[in-house]
């Protein structure tokens, strides 16, 4: 995957990282004109914190969630929050005062959020106040850019998926039936809804600062290299980007993780639509796993080394089938996978690899 509209992608998300600090700011700003409310935010304690502290009442605040996975000290509030379904809101089973969701991209020139394919994108006029969590990393320069991002997803379209665009520049109006049962007074009147925008970092200027791993931060979240990961579809524990991501920070280092949810196939640099290279990344952090702890992960990376130099070695039919039995035998799974493929997989080379392999 190499076409100019990938190029396209790979440069505007660049140019947003590299320009992230100057892009925030006149984001915040252009937010701050519309009227919608900005707050930073470092962490998920912060963001708890910050969320919480803005419910008018003591007890069972009507809280409806729109969330990967929403945080345990949002779950475990003893009556403060009553979460109501996405499905009860939007058949008005039931009401809620706060919609908490994600915001997919923030446009830094006309100060927007953009929401994509979400399930509460009929229940923006159903509460009154709206918070978006929106991830730092995650903002488009020029909104003329959004639709070559957007484009980027379409394939699903092939499948059957059809895609949901909504975008959010200023506050809006929901509409009240007021329900009276004479003449005089309308039927119906308007109240403002509040939006908050909570600008997230959870560790994404940690990794801006390592120049090996900033390219991780052009991901658009579209899934791919999740859909095409081997180890993924077997231990659903780490996808790609997430392998990588976690290695940027020092505590993670201490683990074999990055060994053993990869196999280095090489099939996520193939789908990424933003063109990153995966592969690159996960041998750069094997070698910094390794380098935390020479001795037993320097022979872990050599082995893994040796293998896809094999790998590559067993062209003819017989001799690669016998060679993967022997390596994957015990994990019936992979066996299955590397006997699919028919072409050469990537190869390992690191000279240190090699002399502790």
């Given at each position: 995957m190499n076409s100019s509209i990938n190029k396209r992608a790979n440069f505007i998300r660049y140019s947003a990282i590299e320009n992230m600090d100057?892009?925030?700011?006149?984001?915040?700003?252009?937010?701050?004109?519309?009227?919608?409310?900005?707050?930073?935010?470092?962490?998920?304690?912060?963001?708890?914190?910050?969320?919480?502290?803005?419910?008018?009442?003591?007890?069972?605040?009507?809280?409806?969630?729109?969330?990967?996975?929403?945080p345990e000290e949002l779950t475990n509030t003893n009556n403060l929050i009553k979460s109501i379904s996405v499905e009860d809101l939007e058949n008005n089973i039931e009401s809620a005062d706060y919609l908490i969701t994600y915001a997919n991209f923030g446009l830094v020139d006309t100060g927007s959020v953009v929401i994509f394919n979400h399930n509460c994108k009929n229940c923006f006029n159903k509460v009154d106040h709206i918070i978006f969590i929106l991830d730092i990393n995650n903002l488009i320069a020029k909104s003329s850019d959004l639709g070559i991002i957007l484009s980027l997803y379409d394939r699903d379209i092939v499948y059957g998926n059809q895609h949901s665009v909504n975008i959010i520049s200023q506050p809006f109006n929901k509409i009240i039936c007021n329900n009276y049962q004479f003449e005089q007074g309308d039927a119906y009147s308007t109240q403002k809804v509040n939006i908050s925008v909570l600008l997230y970092d959870n560790g994404i200027t940690s990794i801006l600062d390592n120049v090996k791993l900033r390219e991780t931060l052009y991901?658009?979240?579209?899934?791919?290299?999740?859909?095409?990961?081997?180890?993924?579809?077997?231990?659903?524990?780490?996808?790609?980007?997430?392998?990588?991501?976690?290695?940027?920070?020092?505590?993670?280092?201490?683990?074999?993780?990055?060994?053993?949810?990869?196999?280095?196939?090489?099939?996520?640099?193939?789908?990424?639509?933003?063109?990153?290279?995966?592969?690159?990344?996960?041998?750069?952090?094997?070698?910094?796993?390794?380098?935390?702890?020479?001795?037993?992960?320097?022979?872990?990376?050599?082995?893994?080394?040796?293998?896809?130099?094999?790998?590559?070695?067993?062209?003819?039919?017989?001799?690669?089938?016998?060679?993967?039995?022997?390596?994957?035998?015990?994990?019936?799974?992979?066996?299955?996978?590397?006997?699919?493929?028919?072409d050469d997989f990537f190869n390992l080379t690191n000279t240190k690899a090699e002399e502790n392999a």
């Amino acid at each position: 995957m190499n076409s100019s509209i990938n190029k396209r992608a790979n440069f505007i998300r660049y140019s947003a990282i590299e320009n992230m600090d100057n892009n925030l700011l006149a984001f915040e700003n252009k937010l701050n004109m519309n009227g919608i409310d900005v707050k930073w935010i470092s962490n998920e304690e912060e963001l708890c914190s910050c969320i919480k502290s803005g419910f008018p009442k003591a007890h069972f605040n009507k809280v409806c969630f729109d969330l990967p996975e929403v945080p345990e000290e949002l779950t475990n509030t003893n009556n403060l929050i009553k979460s109501i379904s996405v499905e009860d809101l939007e058949n008005n089973i039931e009401s809620a005062d706060y919609l908490i969701t994600y915001a997919n991209f923030g446009l830094v020139d006309t100060g927007s959020v953009v929401i994509f394919n979400h399930n509460c994108k009929n229940c923006f006029n159903k509460v009154d106040h709206i918070i978006f969590i929106l991830d730092i990393n995650n903002l488009i320069a020029k909104s003329s850019d959004l639709g070559i991002i957007l484009s980027l997803y379409d394939r699903d379209i092939v499948y059957g998926n059809q895609h949901s665009v909504n975008i959010i520049s200023q506050p809006f109006n929901k509409i009240i039936c007021n329900n009276y049962q004479f003449e005089q007074g309308d039927a119906y009147s308007t109240q403002k809804v509040n939006i908050s925008v909570l600008l997230y970092d959870n560790g994404i200027t940690s990794i801006l600062d390592n120049v090996k791993l900033r390219e991780t931060l052009y991901c658009i979240n579209c899934g791919n290299c999740k859909k095409v990961c081997p180890v993924y579809k077997i231990n659903h524990k780490y996808s790609p980007i997430d392998l990588v991501k976690r290695n940027a920070f020092e505590r993670n280092r201490k683990t074999s993780d990055v060994y053993e949810n990869t196999t280095l196939c090489g099939n996520c640099d193939k789908v990424c639509p933003v063109l990153i290279p995966f592969t690159n990344l996960l041998v750069s952090e094997m070698e910094n796993v390794a380098n935390n702890d020479h001795e037993d992960n320097w022979r872990d990376f050599g082995k893994l080394a040796t293998k896809r130099l094999k790998l590559n070695k067993m062209n003819g039919r017989f001799r690669r089938y016998f060679f993967i039995r022997r390596m994957f035998n015990n994990n019936k799974k992979l066996l299955n996978y590397f006997m699919a493929q028919q072409d050469d997989f990537f190869n390992l080379t690191n000279t240190k690899a090699e002399e502790n392999a």
